[in-house]
């Protein structure tokens, strides 16, 4: 009866024994008044600093599709972070020596760690295919190529061009091109070819002394490697303490599409090539 009536037994008083609800309370009993609606909330309206404390700098188109991207990654991709640790005390003997042995001219060259460490990747992607992938509604399409995007700073914003079939580069072809790239990137003139695609991306902030971070996902893929600063830290050797380089390295993952045991054997593997160099000609 109560329920027809639309009323709450815990608002009616009962007359029967011990206080209990019979039922000529329920029919006697009138339905209380719903409730008022609550207001729909408003969104406050952005405050602006004081008049000529500040100086507006309009959005580029360039701008506002980053920060379309990194939110929709940020909201809609649900990322996990791996981190290890990586010895680069090889790996900068290794540069050293390779760049003592540059000719003079054309056909110079001049190895950076970063280069080092697209090559690293995209062997370690050799190695685990399934961290070469992306997520769709439908399906996990994992990439048959080793397409690596470069993340490159300039004055517009972020831009990540690509170094293709990577994989099958050497360290000056790699070094050459991420130099191309990074210019072309600075200077305005990338083609859309030049960054459409890719399915990692390496984002290298250690030239700026930046420790250890971890980055937001470029949209569809499933994986980015934030790179640090190396820097000499107390390591054992041996069981003996020594001091050593030592490199942090965040890898942010999509879950959906990459599964934490992937990732860690992807870093696993990376790092691998990282602290052994010379596995890199192989």
């Given at each position: 009866i109560a329920k027809d009536k639309g009323l709450d037994l815990n608002a009616i008083s009962g007359s029967g024994p011990h206080g209990r609800i019979v039922k000529r309370d329920v029919e006697n009993a009138k339905p209380s008044a719903a409730p008022a609606a609550a207001p729909r909330g408003t969104a406050a309206p952005l405050t602006l600093p004081a008049s000529g404390s500040y100086t507006e700098i309009p959005h580029s188109q360039m701008r506002k599709i980053i920060a379309t991207r990194l939110q929709e990654s940020k909201q809609t991709v649900p990322h996990f972070y791996l981190t290890a640790e990586c010895r680069i005390d090889k790996l900068l003997a290794m540069r050293a020596a390779m760049n003592a042995a540059s000719p003079e001219g054309d056909g110079a060259w001049k190895i950076s760690v970063n280069d080092f460490v697209v090559k690293a990747v995209a062997k370690a992607l050799v190695d685990v295919p399934a961290a070469n992938a992306m997520w769709t509604d439908t399906a996990i399409l994992q990439f048959n190529t080793v397409?690596?995007?470069?993340?490159?700073?300039?004055?517009?914003?972020?831009?990540t061009p690509?170094?293709?079939?990577?994989?099958?580069?050497?360290?000056?072809?790699?070094?050459?091109?991420?130099?191309?790239?990074?210019?072309?990137?600075?200077?305005?003139?990338?083609?859309?070819?030049?960054?459409?695609?890719?399915?990692?991306?390496?984002?290298?902030?250690?030239?700026?002394?930046?420790?250890?971070?971890?980055?937001?996902?470029n949209p569809p893929q499933s994986c980015i490697l934030a790179v640090g600063a190396g820097e000499q830290r107390p390591v054992v050797e041996d069981g003996q303490l020594a001091v050593g380089t030592v490199m942090n390295c965040t890898l942010s993952v999509d879950h959906r599409s990459v599964d934490g045991a992937v990732g860690a054997?992807?870093?696993?593997?990376?790092?691998?090539?990282?602290?052994?160099?010379?596995?890199?000609?192989?």
């Open positions: 397409d690596i995007s470069v993340a490159v700073a300039t004055p517009n914003g972020l831009i690509i170094v293709r079939y990577a994989d099958t580069k050497g360290l000056a072809a790699i070094s050459a091109e991420v130099k191309g790239l990074a210019k072309r990137a600075r200077d305005g003139k990338l083609m859309p070819e030049d960054y459409t695609g890719g399915g990692f991306t390496i984002s290298n902030l250690g030239m700026y002394g930046v420790k250890d971070f971890a980055a937001i996902i054997q992807f870093l696993a593997q990376f790092k691998r090539y990282v602290e052994e160099p010379a596995l890199l000609a192989l």
